[in-house]
């Protein structure tokens, strides 16, 4: 076998303690999230944590945020959206954390989210409160 099959993101190879330690000193100088080799190497949040501070930041149930016929659908929405940007779930993952919605739905409402994001301020500085709340839990 390859000693790369052992490297970590396809960049770090070496024993789990060194790559522990090379993830903790990176974490400043990862570059997006969205870069797929990053998102593994970050320190990641659960969906729960994701979740339970959308539900907060909203005042909802965080049961009614991930039953599949929720009506909670700007909280339902912000939740995926934040959970595809801060979790290391795959889309398949969160659509079944979701209540077993498919993965085309998780991608689908990222992509409305940050187009919205891009374009409406207070939804810019609502997102980047409830980032802040959890990026303090990292």
């Given at each position: 076998?390859?000693?790369?099959d052992?490297?970590?993101?396809?960049?770090?190879?070496?024993?789990?303690?060194?790559?522990e330690?090379?993830k903790?000193?990176?974490?400043?100088?990862?570059?997006?999230?969205?870069?797929?080799?990053a998102?593994?190497?970050?320190?990641?949040l659960?969906?729960?944590?994701?979740?339970?501070?959308?539900?907060?930041?909203?005042?909802?149930?965080m049961?009614y945020?991930?039953?599949?016929?929720?009506?909670?659908?700007?909280?339902?929405t912000?939740?995926?959206?934040?959970c595809?940007?801060?979790?290391?779930?795959?889309?398949?993952?969160?659509?079944?954390?979701?209540?077993g919605?498919?993965?085309?739905?998780?991608?689908?409402?990222?992509?409305?989210?940050l187009?919205?994001?891009?374009?409406?301020?207070?939804?810019?500085?609502?997102?980047?409160?409830?980032?802040?709340?959890?990026?303090?839990?990292?």
């Amino acid at each position: 076998p390859s000693p790369l099959d052992k490297a970590t993101a396809s960049t770090l190879l070496g024993e789990p303690a060194f790559v522990e330690r090379m993830k903790a000193r990176l974490q400043e100088q990862l570059p997006e999230r969205e870069v797929p080799a990053a998102r593994k190497l970050r320190v990641s949040l659960g969906a729960d944590e994701v979740v339970q501070a959308v539900c907060t930041h909203f005042s909802v149930d965080m049961a009614y945020v991930l039953c599949k016929r929720s009506r909670s659908g700007r909280a339902r929405t912000i939740a995926m959206y934040l959970c595809r940007h801060m979790t290391r779930g795959t889309l398949e993952d969160l659509g079944g954390y979701f209540g077993g919605v498919n993965a085309q739905s998780i991608s689908n409402a990222f992509n409305r989210i940050l187009q919205e994001r891009q374009r409406d301020v207070s939804l810019d500085r609502r997102l980047r409160v409830i980032e802040s709340t959890l990026d303090a839990k990292v």
